[in-house]
């Protein structure tokens, strides 16, 4: 059997309430883009979406609410060495995409490095980093999931995924999508 190193175990349980907190808030949008699409006849239980919009509301309570799994990530982050564990995780992982290394691993970088200065400056105050956990938690979640996608697409060297890769990360650091400028993929491309 396989065992995770001690800072693959690090990474895991900081991310575990990361991506329960994220799926959990994720999940819900999902469900309520969902019934809008389906207009009136969403919200009909007959359609049974309005049973999985309680079902993804619930979740995040029986999983533990946000705060919680953010309280969680901030208790995971100080024990020894599990941040510093996580960010070179990240860091090392950012600086191995081969074909991904761009401007949006750059800004991803230097998000993460703004993470990771708002986390050193709020050592010393308990109620900044309270304050301050659920956006930890979400900012984390985001680069994470860019990490994950960015490297999944180089993997499989298929456009749609790095097209996908692209609009993800391009959601996550807020550029906004000029509409007036043709995009640099069609439609066709994304198709499964």
Request: glycine share 4%.
């Amino acid at each position: 059997t396989l065992k995770a190193s001690n800072k693959e175990e690090s990474v895991l349980r900081f991310f575990t309430p990361v991506a329960k907190a994220w799926t959990a808030k994720k999940s819900v949008q999902g469900v309520s883009e969902l019934i809008e699409a389906f207009g009136g006849a969403g919200y009909i239980e007959d359609t049974h979406l309005p049973r999985f919009l309680r079902d993804a509301q619930v979740f995040s309570i029986w999983e533990g609410t946000t705060n919680i799994m953010s309280l969680d990530a901030l208790r995971a982050a100080h024990k020894a060495q599990v941040f510093n564990d996580v960010l070179n995780y990240l860091v090392s992982g950012f600086e191995n995409l081969k074909d991904q290394k761009n401007k949006t691993t750059e800004a991803l970088l230097l998000r993460l490095s703004d993470v990771e200065k708002w986390f050193n400056h709020s050592q010393n105050s308990k109620e900044s980093l309270e304050t301050g956990a659920r956006e930890f938690l979400f900012a984390m979640a985001d680069i994470f999931n860019s990490y994950l996608l960015l490297q999944f697409a180089e993997k499989t060297q298929k456009r749609r995924d790095q097209i996908l890769a692209q609009i993800f990360c391009d959601s996550v650091l807020k550029v906004s999508l000029d509409f007036a400028q043709k995009p640099n993929f069609s439609l066709q491309e994304l198709s499964v």
